[in-house]
């Protein structure tokens, strides 16, 4: 069976820094098709960053700059680092996997592409 588990949020002040982590477990294949949604009370799930096999990272304008995503493959782990916060940051985020080695850099946003999902972590930025 396959389970992908959040970690890392929490509470910080606008400015701030949290680091998310996403560990992958009870794939059979390599994937690189791997990314993070978030999703606020009342909003669409939204793709903020991804993998999609080829070279680089893909982003959401709103996050651009500020976010990088990672991947730790010894480990099964993808990361989210996420620097200067925003209150508007704030969300439930969601690691998100497709079974597959790579996938269309045009969809890595869109949630059907994505075979498996996480429970979520929360994530919220005062002012």
């Known amino acids: 069976q396959v389970q992908l588990v959040e970690s890392g949020g929490g509470s910080v002040q606008a400015g701030g820094s949290l680091r998310l982590s996403c560990a992958a477990s009870?794939?059979?294949?390599?994937?690189?098709?791997m990314g993070w949604f978030r999703q606020a009370p009342g909003e669409e799930r939204e793709g903020v960053a991804a993998?999609?096999?080829?070279?680089?990272?893909y982003y959401a304008d709103s996050v651009k700059a500020r976010f990088t995503i990672s991947r730790d493959n010894a480990k099964n782990t993808l990361h989210l680092q996420m620097n200067s916060l925003k209150p508007e940051d704030t969300a439930m985020y969601y690691c998100?996997?497709?079974?597959?080695?790579?996938?269309?850099?045009?969809?890595?946003?869109?949630?059907?592409?994505?075979?498996?999902w996480g429970q979520g972590t929360q994530v919220t930025v005062s002012s």
């Open positions: 993998f999609t096999g080829g070279g680089g990272a």
């Open positions: 998100a996997a497709r079974r597959t080695l790579g996938c269309s850099p045009l969809a890595w946003n869109r949630r059907s592409v994505y075979d498996d």
């Open positions: 009870g794939y059979t294949r390599s994937t690189n098709c």
